[in-house]
């Protein structure tokens, strides 16, 4: 009994070793003010804080105000993660107007990251010691192909220039693997019985 549960220790590392690894993540990156990539347009608000966006400059995909756009990578996307260059820093402030918006997906509605005309936006992951760095996470399920999304994300400051992140996906070989050997553990312990 004791050998079958070293046995299932070790499998359990295997299949959560090798499930970590079967992650498709997407990365992207940009130096320049727009970004265009299976079918989801990324772009800055160059405006220079103008009242119409509440004195703030802002990045976006659509855009602030401008709608919403189709997710476009083949594998569902469970977080967001980006990373501002250039200059300029992300107001925090602006995360608490958009958690409380609604997902209404306007100037108004601060930075925040819907999907599918939910009412419910991501979880935002935001460091201040960090400012140009932002995630989101999906707190009810996956955004998959298809799905329409928004992300507003408002600086306090200049505009970046560039960016690099990327789409976060699930590791959809964890459960397949584990119930693999948790089934070969059994199965070797009925021939030791035996």
Do not use: H
Not at 70 to 90: D, H, M
Not at 123 to 143: A, Q
Request: hydrophobic share 35%; with cysteine.
């Amino acid at each position: 009994m004791k050998r079958t549960l070293m046995y299932l220790a070790v499998a359990l590392l295997f299949v959560f070793t090798v499930a970590g690894s079967a992650r498709a993540d997407y990365s992207f990156s940009s130096c320049n003010p727009y970004l265009a990539s299976s079918g989801e347009t990324w772009s800055f608000n160059a405006d220079g804080g103008a009242a119409s966006t509440l004195g703030l400059n802002d990045w976006g995909s659509p855009g602030v105000g401008a709608g919403e756009v189709p997710y476009g990578e083949s594998t569902a996307a469970i977080g967001f993660e980006i990373q501002f260059t250039g200059g300029g820093t992300i107001d925090p402030g602006q995360i608490t107007v958009g958690d409380g918006a609604g997902c209404v997906g306007s100037t108004g509605g601060g930075t925040t990251m819907c999907a599918d005309g939910s009412a419910t936006p991501w979880t935002v992951v935001f460091n201040p010691s960090n400012p140009d760095t932002i995630e989101f996470f999906d707190p009810s399920g996956t955004l998959t192909n298809g799905t329409y999304y928004f992300v507003n994300v408002f600086f306090d400051g200049a505009t970046p220039t560039g960016f690099t992140g990327e789409w976060i996906t699930p590791e959809p070989g964890t459960l397949t693997l584990l119930g693999s050997g948790l089934l070969g553990l059994i199965g070797f312990a009925r021939r030791r019985r035996s």
